[in-house]
């Protein structure tokens, strides 16, 4: 039977060129086969391959963009990819590609992409974050200190009027943002109309108060021309900010509304619902950090990253991988991840957001691990407090006072009651 020799695309003495992109894969073959022809396996069908010989696979000008596996160190695997293989600019399309048929095929038992290093004319067909840390600084009016956002909880069934309410509490305690979560949209008990509206007149009357900048993170995720609605509904009411679940909504809507933004000068908050159904088995599907890398090039402004002490699984040498890529301009390889180099150049760094199961007894360990130019997200942990929101908003507040000047929480807290009562009911907790 005329099967195609898949070790063909296999070449250990290739030296990748910086015209190819290239992929880091942990890889199980399935039973019977050599981790080379399945590692060639991968090569083939994401490139110029298929199961059997075909004609076309002795023409020069195809087999010249094939893809090459040029590295086997036991289960991991790198691959290089000639750049005519990708569409500039089209996500759907590169992943359609490097993370297509290839999670399926019978020649592997599992599969992960762990990593990609984009080629520099690659990375120059995306448009990168609008703002990044420091436009979002400007909006905002923060230094020196993380950003701040809370989600009201719980995160669906309220109403308008009482998300907005919360909001008031939240921003007169100290915080920046006022959070939609990721199933909040634009559901009967609160119709999105409805919140943009209240929130923004909570957000009005909260400056004025306070006499410091607010805004809102409205999620606008739908199908995408109703998303492009919304956008422009946020935008007619002064907010600055919008959210979408860019895994969700996919590439291409990402994509688009990255666009739309920009058309509107609107930042762009990327929530990562469903990573975790392909990224949590370190064995097969994706790297967070990928979905990161991703992110960065679409253009958001501040993405997801981990805590390491909240209660979403998230390692902790993956998180600060993550943190780095999103906020350093050059990267260098990590051979104990199996992690490839990056240079972003001039692309603008995105605000690495640590989020889930946080409260103010965390807080120093968040800015210890991931420092100052972070966004902090808080949600149970403030509408838990024993005062209420507001008191948990400044519980939180005080917290990263405390860790930004060094001082231990038991202490701080001994002249701020609000921070008091919050180590009262958590103490130090990492919940699960």
């Known amino acids: 039977m005329a099967r195609e020799k898949y070790e063909e695309f296999v070449e250990l003495g290739h030296r990748p060129s910086k015209r190819e992109l290239l992929c880091s894969f942990y890889i199980e073959p399935a039973v019977g086969e050599s981790v080379k022809r399945a590692a060639g396996a991968v090569a083939s069908e ?54 297509g048929n290839v999670f399926g095929m019978k020649a592997v038992r599992n599969l992960r992409l762990q990593d990609v290093e984009w080629p520099l004319s690659l990375k120059r067909s995306f448009p990168g974050p609008q703002f990044g840390i420091d436009g979002i600084r400007k909006i905002l009016k923060v230094k020196g200190r993380p950003i701040t956002a809370c989600v009201p909880k719980p995160k669906i069934g309220m109403t308008a009027e009482e998300h ?44 004025k108060e306070t006499g410091e900048r607010k805004a809102c993170l409205l999620n606008i995720t739908a199908p995408f021309q109703e998303m492009v609605r919304r956008a422009k509904l946020v935008s007619d009411y002064g907010n600055e900010y919008v959210m979408v679940d860019m895994l969700t909504t996919g590439w291409s809507a990402l994509q688009g509304i990255r666009k739309v933004c920009e058309e509107l000068k609107l930042a762009l908050y990327a929530h990562r619902a469903f990573h975790a159904a392909f990224t949590r088995n370190r064995r097969h599907g994706m790297s967070m950090l990928v979905i990161a ?117 038991a202490e701080y807290a001994k002249a701020h009651k609000e921070l008091r009562a919050a180590l009262a009911q958590w103490g130090y907790l990492r919940p699960k």
């Open 293 to 409: 890398e991703v992110a960065r090039l679409a253009g958001v402004d501040n993405v997801h990253v981990g805590t390491v002490v909240g209660k979403l699984e998230s390692p902790r040498e993956e998180v600060l991988a993550i943190h780095e890529r999103m906020q350093k301009q050059k990267i260098k390889p990590d051979t104990r991840l199996h992690l490839l180099g990056e240079d972003w150049g001039n692309m603008k760094k995105v605000i690495s957001t640590s989020s889930g199961g946080l409260h103010p007894g965390l807080i120093p360990q968040i800015i210890k691990m991931l420092g100052r130019d972070i966004a902090i997200q808080v949600g149970g942990g403030v509408h838990g407090h024993p005062d209420g929101s507001r008191a948990g908003a400044t519980a939180v507040m005080q917290a990263i006072d405390a860790a930004l000047k060094g001082i231990p929480l």
């Open 164 to 207: 907005a309410r919360i909001g008031y509490e939240i921003w007169t305690g100290g915080f920046d943002l006022l959070k939609d979560d990721e199933n909040l949209a634009s559901q009967k008990f609160d119709r999105f109309e409805e919140r943009v509206k209240h929130s923004m007149r909570m957000r009005h009357k909260a400056e």
């Open 46 to 99: 994401s490139s110029v391959g298929t199961w059997t010989s075909v004609p076309g696979l002795r023409l020069k000008h195809v087999m010249k963009i094939a893809a090459t596996c040029y590295e086997i160190n036991g289960n991991w695997i790198k691959i290089a990819y000639p750049l005519e293989n990708f569409e500039p600019g089209s996500l759907p399309q590169i992943f359609s590609s490097i993370a």
